[in-house]
């Protein structure tokens, strides 16, 4: 029974390290993408202003289109790293919904 239990426990560390090797990697992995988007689009960013004739403005749309657009795509590579919690918090729906149950509690007292 003991060897059961030790088997058990050994398998169960070994899926929790599983589990947190691969929350690592996603999270590597956003970094790494978070690295590349600022280094390029400064090289970028900086290439294009060099380029600009002397009229010409640097705060138009073509300086950051790609910052832009890649920027939506990074967003949505964090969303899927770090979840919901990203925008709200880890419990914020249960701490709000206790809020409004308290007060509407005050409010019928």
Do not use: C
Request: glycine share 6%; net charge negative; aromatic share 18%.
């Amino acid at each position: 029974m003991e060897n059961d239990n030790n088997a058990q426990a050994n398998f169960d560390k070994e899926e929790a390290y599983i589990r947190a090797k691969k929350k690592f990697d996603k999270l590597k992995g956003f970094y790494w993408h978070l690295a590349a988007y600022v280094v390029v689009n400064m090289f970028l960013i900086i290439s294009v202003t060099t380029q600009l004739d002397e009229n010409e403005s640097f705060w138009q749309f073509e300086t950051f289109a790609t910052a832009i657009f890649w920027g939506i795509g990074l967003t949505f590579h964090a969303m899927g790293v770090f979840g919901p919690d990203l925008l709200f918090g880890r419990g914020w729906e249960e701490r709000k919904i206790k809020e409004f149950m308290d007060k509407d509690k005050r409010h019928w007292e």
